[in-house]
């Protein structure tokens, strides 16, 4: 089993900053990306920001020049810095990692449980 927790969430006013963590935890031999989604309201869930092992990034435009992502690969961690947050970023936000476990090499697509962000205007 692979688990996933995320912290770092909470209420923001727009203009300020949050940061994500997420920490991959388990039978894990490799994890090749990692990333976050959210999920706001009646919307369906997106893609915000991914990783790569090799540190190759792949971000939202909603979100280019405001959020970074980055990860620790020793400590199995994803971050997520949101800056100049708005009230439409207001989501749940979920962590996935992909990878390949430590048993019989069988690969995992992991979620995290979802972290709120709200954002007031």
């Known amino acids: 089993q692979v688990q996933l927790v995320e912290s770092g969430g909470g209420l923001v006013q727009a203009g300020g900053s949050l940061r994500l963590s997420c920490a991959a935890s388990?039978?894990?031999?490799?994890?090749?990306?990692m990333g976050w989604y959210r999920q706001a309201p009646g919307k369906q869930r997106e893609l915000v920001a991914s990783i790569s092992s090799g540190g190759r990034t792949n971000l939202a435009d909603s979100v280019k020049g405001r959020f970074t992502i980055s990860r620790d690969n020793a400590k199995k961690t994803v971050y997520l810095q949101m800056n100049s947050l708005k009230p439409e970023d207001t989501a749940v936000y979920y962590c996935?990692?992909?990878?390949?476990?430590?048993?019989?090499?069988?690969?995992?697509?992991?979620w995290g449980q979802g972290i709120q962000v709200t954002v007031s205007s």
């Open positions: 996935n990692a992909e990878g390949v476990r430590d048993v019989a090499y069988m690969t995992f697509k992991s």
């Open positions: 388990g039978s894990i031999l490799r994890i090749t990306v």
